[in-house]
């Protein structure tokens, strides 16, 4: 090969690059702007609660000296700029403030908790992911153009009706068949692999029933595309066409979609931890409102909400490293 | 109401209306028959498993749960119905702002674009942080996070009603924002909105159920679902129903909430899954030897081919009884209208027609190879290696996902198990070869990054890739510029010379047929009704042929007077008529034509028609008749 062709190869690869990368510059400030907004609405949040927050939080008995105390304490008396000012400064710095319940710092607690959370809820929707899109695929294949009539009735109700379940109330049935009357798996707490799988199946079940769905009804019309035509007269075989040239012209929407499901996932937590007393952020957001621990609330609203900002702009991102037609239509 | 009624006549609409009906009617019943019964404490008998008495057991304080799950209905619908009003007023409210405020609006649609990215349950706890815990603070936290989804309903639906021309005419008519809103946009998006507020009512019931099992919404002695199943997991040792029951139900109500919605969408919109024709019994018939014996020279050889489809009213034959063969080196063009059977006739050949079309023949023969019998996996490697096909769109006849080259390169890596590099090298040269400058970039560039023009010639290249003896190009040049036309069809003329490629070129367009093939068939209604050489075209013996002819425009055209169309509409395939099926629009035809369909038979030693009256004269110019009429034939 001689340098006169390398060079604008290597030319077009920069140019894809540099596509790709302004694509994500701009995906990374509409981040960034979407955290602000969060950061205010968390912010604002405690100046929403009807009558004095910290008097709500401590009862009516708590003495007018104690109130008064935390209001400092909390920096409640300083000009509401001031304290936005102060309370960015100490998100960014990791201050997230300190338990009106405890006495602790709030980054403390969540430190603690937030691994337990985050990893049931990537494991739930790894599961989901692998589970969905062959059985979608499947699916597709044996039901395209009207075949199998009964199986594709019987697929669109089952999945219908397991993805109307909630979570929770899998959960609670999971529970009482597998953990009370069959005994095999633990139904509370963190404790070894085996105390996954319950919360692991309640939370993954309804979104992979829901993506199987999207997998198929993308897959059909794909395969009904000219170039699959195209790829059958080029006599590659079936699973080559299948796999090869249509799976990745369903992956846009599939993805798009399980991004959604994900960021739902995180937050569908909240409830199935409940369920199986999981000791992650789910418990703490749940109890911090009911006891009205406000920092405590709002640090946690504040991390579930980044969590999902943080994983649409990942999703989107890896989109558009596998559609290139993406950053092209936003440009 | 028009819906309501289309809804319930699709059986899954009556069954979710029915549904609905006994959870509504459970909800306004329960606590005025059951309310006192399901308050009564009984201290003996408390935390029981199911018995006679209490079908489902009792709860900490002895009362039945049954009851209480009945009773409960009625405070679990009428909270989530009155959030999921608190979602569609705000969401509306937030939705139709940016038609009214302008500038203002665009920072509210921005807004409900961060907003609507966060799930739903996040938005209520956030709420609830605010709101503290109770139904009033649970109901307002509900509606209001189903808010930025409404709100974005809305405003899609706006939109698309407000660039409607009516819409446009009121307010160029001066007539004010307000009342376009009220009278035009509102009345127009009522539907959806009700039915998307349907489905929502669903949802906020399985959201409201989440909250008060966290223990965040319903606060004792009132209960709800939710309620009832925190309750029930306390105990889910001694009695796993007490959970497992107001799960239930809030399954079943809020499924009825969501199905009345789906069929009612579906009844509204358009059917999309549509009912797939039922294939007909179609019984392949097999004339046995009947097949001449191939000449060295013969590349494609078929007798009395035809397609059938399953159809409403039965089996419908749009190819019936094609036959004619192809040597070396050939160039034949197939022209006819659209629905004639001329592509169909190509993918037959090609085998690529798909289930439920079902292709038989007499003969179907490629070099030498019946294509009716034999291993489908020789005839694959046979077809793959020797038979390219070029295909109208090149623009989605390409995978957008994948490299040029790689798609060039998967042909010899799986036909001729080339290594990736031998095949990238290949498929470079394939590229250089269809004139394609500096192959080597564009083979790393995606589809999207050809023109149209390039894209065909590397759909032609790609075909290159094995050794073809015969191209089948339908309507190759239909979606491109005229001069890029021109490339396509010197390429195409450039690869016969060099190698003698047979090529069977399909259009409707007969300019384009006269400048490149040796050869003219033309279909009409599934058959071949005239066959013969280019050279002779202007002795043409159909009819048919002939108003083809008299359509095209050429330099003489005068172009001060309408552009001359063959009279008449093309025949439906599932309606063809008795007879000779160009007899209904044939200045010729008569009692003769319209009951017998004539042969396809030899009239001159490279020629042959079927038509009873085949090169007799006109009684009017086809042209004539053609300005007569309106009707424009594609």
């Known amino acids: ?331 | 109401m028009r819906a309501v009624r289309r809804t319930l006549r699709t059986p899954l609409g009556a069954a979710a209306a029915i549904l609905l009906a006994i959870v509504l009617l459970t909800a306004v019943f329960a606590p005025i028959l059951w309310g006192e019964q399901a308050a009564v404490v009984d201290t003996d008998d408390i935390l029981a498993g199911p018995s006679p008495e209490h079908p489902i057991g009792t709860d900490g304080l002895g009362r039945d749960l049954l009851l209480r799950v009945l009773v409960a209905t009625r405070l679990s619908v009428s909270l989530a119905l009155v959030a999921t009003l608190v979602a569609v007023t705000a969401g509306l409210v937030l939705g139709v702002a940016p038609l009214l405020l302008g500038r203002a609006g665009r920072a509210v649609t921005w807004f409900v674009g961060i907003a609507v990215a966060f799930p739903g349950l996040l938005l209520a706890l956030f709420f609830a942080v605010i709101f503290g815990t109770g139904w009033l603070g649970a109901t307002l936290a509900i509606g209001l996070a189903g808010a930025p989804s409404f709100a974005r309903l809305c405003q899609t639906l706006v939109a698309g009603v407000a660039s409607r021309d009516y819409v446009a005419a009121a307010r160029v008519g001066g007539i004010g924002r307000f009342r376009v809103l009220f009278r035009h946009i509102l009345p127009n998006i009522g539907e959806p909105l009700i039915v998307n507020a349907t489905i929502g009512a669903g949802a906020a019931l399985l959201s409201f159920a989440g909250l008060s099992f966290l223990g965040l919404g319903i606060q004792p002695p009132a209960y709800d679902w939710g309620r009832l199943m925190m309750e029930g997991l306390s105990g889910i040792y001694l009695n796993p129903l007490a959970a497992l029951a107001p799960g239930i139900a809030v399954v079943i109500a809020g499924l009825a909430f969501n199905l009345v919605g789906e069929a009612a969408a579906r009844a509204l919109g358009i059917e999309s899954t549509g009912i797939v024709a039922r294939l007909a019994a179609v019984q392949p018939r097999r004339a046995v030897g009947a097949s001449a014996p191939a000449s060295p020279d013969e590349i494609l050889a078929i007798r009395d081919l035809t397609v059938t489809f399953p159809g409403q009213e039965g089996p419908v034959q749009p190819v019936r009884g094609v036959s004619f063969s192809l040597r070396r080196g050939e160039v034949v063009g197939i022209v006819g209208e659209s629905g004639s059977g001329k592509s169909l006739t190509a993918l037959a050949i090609a085998q690529l027609v798909e289930e439920p079309g079902v292709v038989d023949a007499d003969t179907l023969r490629f070099v030498g190879a019946d294509l009716l019998e034999g291993d489908p996996a020789d005839h694959r490697r046979l077809l793959g290696n020797s038979l390219a096909m070029v295909f109208q769109d090149p623009m989605t006849s390409f995978n957008p996902t994948k490299r040029m080259g790689g798609q060039l390169a998967e042909v010899a890596t799986h036909h001729h198990g080339m290594s990736r590099r031998e095949a990238h090298d290949r498929a470079v040269d394939r590229l250089g070869a269809v004139r394609i400058t500096d192959p080597e970039r564009r083979a790393r560039q995606y589809p999207h990054e050809f023109s149209g023009g390039m894209r065909q010639r590397a759909m032609i290249g790609m075909g290159l890739m094995g050794s073809p003896k015969l191209i089948i190009a339908d309507e190759p040049t239909t979606a491109l510029d005229v001069t890029v036309q021109q490339q396509v069809l010197n390429l195409l003329r450039s690869i016969r010379d060099d190698d003698d490629v047979a090529i069977l070129l399909i259009s409707h367009d007969v300019s384009v047929i006269a400048e490149i093939c040796d050869r003219v068939l033309v279909m009409y209604a599934g058959r071949i009704v005239e066959d013969l050489p280019v050279s002779e075209l202007s002795r043409a013996r159909h009819p048919y042929t002939r108003a083809l002819l008299a359509a095209v425009p050429d330099m003489q055209t005068d172009l001060d007077r309408p552009l001359a169309t063959v009279p008449g509409r093309p025949v439906d395939p599932a309606h063809v008529p008795a007879g000779c099926a160009f007899a209904p629009r044939c200045p010729l035809a008569d009692a003769h034509c319209r009951a017998v369909d004539p042969d396809l038979v030899p009239v001159a030693p490279t020629a042959r028609v079927a038509c009873w009256h085949a090169g007799e004269p006109l009684p009017t110019p086809v042209a004539e008749v053609a300005r007569d009429t309106e009707e424009v034939v594609a």
């Open chain 1, 1 to 331: 090969m001689t340098s006169a062709t390398a060079l604008p190869t290597r030319e077009a690869r920069r140019a894809g690059d540099h596509r790709w990368l302004r694509f994500i510059a701009r995906r990374t400030g509409r981040l960034l702007v979407s955290l602000w907004v969060l950061m205010t609405a968390a912010f604002l949040m405690i100046h929403l609660i009807p009558g004095d927050p910290v008097r709500v939080a401590l009862g009516p008995t708590a003495s007018a000296e104690l109130v008064e105390a935390r209001r400092r304490a909390l920096g409640l008396n300083d000009p509401l700029i001031v304290q936005y000012i102060e309370y960015f400064r100490g998100v960014l710095t990791g201050d997230l403030g300190t338990s009106i319940q405890t006495g602790l710092p709030v980054a403390q607690t969540i430190a603690q908790r937030l691994p337990a959370t985050a990893s049931l809820a990537v494991l739930a929707f790894v599961c989901a992911v692998i589970v969905s899109v062959p059985i979608g695929v499947a699916v597709a294949v044996a039901t395209r153009r009207g075949r199998a009539r009964r199986l594709e009735l019987g697929f669109a109700s089952g999945s219908i009706f397991v993805s109307a379940i909630p979570d929770f109330l899998l959960g609670v049935a999971l529970v009482s068949i597998f953990g009370v009357a069959l005994g095999w798996l633990p139904i509370a707490g963190r404790s070894g692999p085996e105390s996954y799988i319950l919360p692991v199946v309640a939370l993954s079940l309804g979104p992979a029933a829901v993506l199987a769905r999207i997998v198929r009804v993308e897959m059909l019309s794909v395969l009904e595309a000219d170039f699959v035509r195209t790829a059958r007269a080029k006599r590659l075989p079936p699973w080559r066409i299948y796999l090869s040239h249509a799976l990745p012209n369903a992956v846009t929407a599939t993805l798009t979609l399980a991004g959604l499901l994900l960021s739902s996932l995180v937050v569908g937590t909240v409830l199935v931890e409940n369920v199986f007393a999981w000791p992650g952020l789910g418990s703490t957001i749940v109890s911090s409102i009911q006891t009205k621990d406000y920092p405590m609330a709002q640090a946690t609203v504040l991390v579930y909400g980044a969590g999902v900002l943080i994983i649409n702009t990942i999703v989107d991102a890896i989109l558009a490293m596998l559609d290139p037609r993406t950053t092209v239509a936003e440009n």
